[in-house]
């Protein structure tokens, strides 16, 4: 039982094109994070919601779109893909705020080439 | 900004040694948590410690937030081989809602 589930695992794209990962969480959680870990290792969060509605935007390039069509789920859209977009990028999840738990998922590894 | 420094950066020991990693900021956070992250996984929260001068112990894993809340530490007694990995600290600030500041991380390699 997957609590916290992301798709694809695997992204290779090319500089320029439009990409979609996919985030679902099956905990009962309201509030779902996006973070990028880079090459070195370090996370940064980028997105947080809750209950549907947009909390933390941390001065992301706004090609970057994230989208919570339910408290279940929220998706990551990037358009117009730069090298330097490349990482491996992390849905997490938590009932409530910062106190909570947050529970990560597996990871989508983007490689822009 | 809130920034949390992490050191060391990398830490390759033979199996039994002890070790310690550190977390520090000039910020102040209302909770620190500490992750173990494998290759190809998510992180996965270890512990949280939210009282100034609380210590946690986890079997091996010693927790400690310092006074001012302002560092951590982690200590590892008799390191194995299975805690190779990347652990990372993580400050929450009680204004920012859901919003953690990660340190760099410490890659422990623990050689049988």
């Known amino acids: 039982d997957t609590a916290v589930s992301q798709t694809p695992k695997y992204l290779v794209t090319q500089m320029g094109n439009d990409k979609s990962i996919k985030c679902e969480q099956n905990l009962g959680h309201d509030t779902m994070y996006w973070y990028k870990q880079d090459s070195k290792k370090f996370l940064k969060i980028m997105f947080s919601?809750?209950?549907?509605?947009?909390?933390i935007n941390e001065t992301v390039p706004n090609r970057f779109s994230p989208k919570s069509p339910d408290k279940a789920h929220l998706n990551l859209h990037i358009n117009s893909l730069e090298l330097g977009d490349s990482a491996v990028y992390f849905c997490a999840s938590s009932q409530g705020d910062w106190k909570e738990t947050q529970y990560f998922g597996p990871g989508t590894r983007l490689l822009v080439l | 900004t809130q920034l949390l420094e992490q050191s060391p950066q990398f830490l390759s020991i033979q199996e039994g040694e002890n070790l310690t990693v550190y977390c520090n900021s000039s910020s102040v956070f209302s909770s620190l948590q500490w992750y173990r992250q494998e290759p190809g996984e998510g992180p996965v929260l270890l512990v949280t410690v939210v009282t100034g001068g609380e210590v946690k112990k986890l079997k091996r894993l010693t927790f400690q937030f310092g006074d001012a809340r302002k560092d951590s530490s982690l200590h590892i007694t008799a390191a194995q081989p299975g805690d190779t990995g990347l652990y990372l600290c993580a400050g929450a600030s009680g204004t920012s809602y859901g919003k953690l500041t990660f340190g760099q991380g410490t890659i422990l390699t623990v050689h049988p």
């Open positions: 919601y809750n209950n549907k509605e947009l909390i």
